[in-house]
């Protein structure tokens, strides 16, 4: 099986393991170099953005994992996550970078005071059996795509409806909202078929 990392800086890092594991791959939390150097791909879970690219550098992990990732690393990112592998943000505070990867900008806390946190059934391109369960907790948005990225997701009813909430562009997949927390391993079962596409 596929060796993948969840980055364990910050976040909710025990639930991507255990939904990594029940898919059949091989999950290890990442916090050094030479963790990250083992990995086929990797996690980068929910928890604070701005928290976890400071984390990355007192780590030494920034340029690093920057680097894997322009070599072509398979990773998916939720929430946090994704504002990590995005190009661009809006709402960054003061000094927030990002890794960056996929072409597209999004907005930190978008989705505001009346529906901060909801929860609703939306459909992802590449994942079959029916709707799933997507639970947003203070969630970005993907604002804007360039032509690089793939939207593969968006809300579907209520306030926010048509937003953009997941994105690919190559082995990079990234969601505004949270699968490891519902027990539905499907979106995990498609990262883990990413890598093994890049493996073979
Ligand atoms: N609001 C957080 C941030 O900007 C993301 C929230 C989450 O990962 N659940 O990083």
Not at 12 to 17: A, C, G, Q
Not at 115 to 138: M, Y
């Amino acid at each position: 099986p596929p060796t993948i990392g969840v980055l364990a800086l910050q976040g909710d890092v025990r639930e991507h393991v255990r939904a990594l594991e029940a898919v059949g791959a091989h999950a290890v939390p990442v916090r050094r170099r030479s963790e990250l150097d083992a990995v086929d791909g990797l996690v980068l879970p929910g928890g604070e953005s701005s928290t976890i690219d400071k984390l990355l550098r007192a780590f030494d992990l920034y340029e690093p994992l920057r680097e894997r990732l322009r070599a072509g690393l398979p990773a998916y990112g939720s929430c946090a996550g994704m504002i990590l592998l995005a190009d661009r943000v809006e709402g960054a505070i003061e000094g927030q970078r990002t890794l960056g990867g996929i072409d597209v900008t999004v907005r930190r806390n978008a989705f505001g005071r009346q529906v901060d946190s909801f929860e609703t059934d939306l459909s992802i391109e590449g994942i079959e059996d029916g709707p799933l369960h997507a639970v947003f907790i203070r969630a970005p948005w993907v604002e804007e795509v360039g032509p690089a990225a793939r939207v593969v997701g968006r809300v579907e009813g209520g306030p926010a409806a048509g937003r953009i909430v997941a994105v690919r562009q190559g082995p990079l997949l990234v969601t505004s909202f949270h699968p490891e927390v519902t027990g539905d391993t499907r979106v995990h079962r498609l990262f883990v078929e990413i890598v093994g596409q890049d493996r073979s």
